[in-house]
Nanobody
Framework: QVQLVESGGGLVQAGGSLRLSCAAS????????MAWFRQPPGKEREFVAA????????YYADSVSGRFTISRDNAKNTVYLQMNSLKPEDTAVYYC???????????????????WGQGTQVTVSS
C-alpha cells in the first residue's frame, strides 16, 4: 500500500512560481511511475506531468510544457513539481498519484494510477 501527501500549494500572482512536493509512504516507491494531475474548479481532473520510476524520462501536458518540471528523489520517497511562469488557468487542486511501471504510452491515463493524494490547492491571481 502507498499513501501520498501533497504540500507546497498556495496563492501566487501570475508569473510567479511554486514548488509542490509529494511524500510517499512504503518501501516500493522506486518501483512506481509518479505523476501529477490537477482539477480546476468545475472541471474534470487532467494530466499535468509524469516521471518514470528511475526519473530518466518525463512527460508533460502541452499546457504546462516549458513551464513545469517534474522530478523525483527516490531516496527521500518524494516527487516534486516545480511550477514557473504561473498563469491564472493553472489554478486547480493538484494531486500526486502513482501507478505500476507501465510503458510510457499509458502515463497520461488516469486509469494507470492506483493511489492518490488528498490534493493541494494552487491559486494564481491575475
Amino acid at each position: 500500500q502507498v499513501q501520498l501527501v501533497e504540500s507546497g500549494g498556495g496563492l501566487v500572482q501570475a508569473g510567479g512560481s511554486l514548488r509542490l512536493s509529494c511524500a510517499a509512504s512504503g518501501r516500493t516507491f522506486s518501483s512506481y511511475v509518479m505523476a501529477w494531475f490537477r482539477q480546476p474548479p468545475g472541471k474534470e481532473r487532467e494530466f499535468v506531468a509524469a516521471i518514470s520510476r528511475s526519473g530518466a524520462s518525463t512527460y508533460y501536458a502541452d499546457s504546462v510544457s516549458g513551464r513545469f518540471t517534474i522530478s523525483r528523489d527516490n531516496a527521500k520517497n518524494t516527487v516534486y513539481l516545480q511550477m514557473n511562469s504561473l498563469k491564472p488557468e493553472d489554478t486547480a487542486v493538484y494531486y500526486c498519484t502513482t501507478g505500476p511501471d507501465v510503458r510510457s504510452a499509458y502515463y497520461t491515463q488516469r486509469s494507470t494510477y492506483s493511489y492518490w493524494g488528498q490534493g493541494t490547492q494552487v491559486t494564481v491571481s491575475s
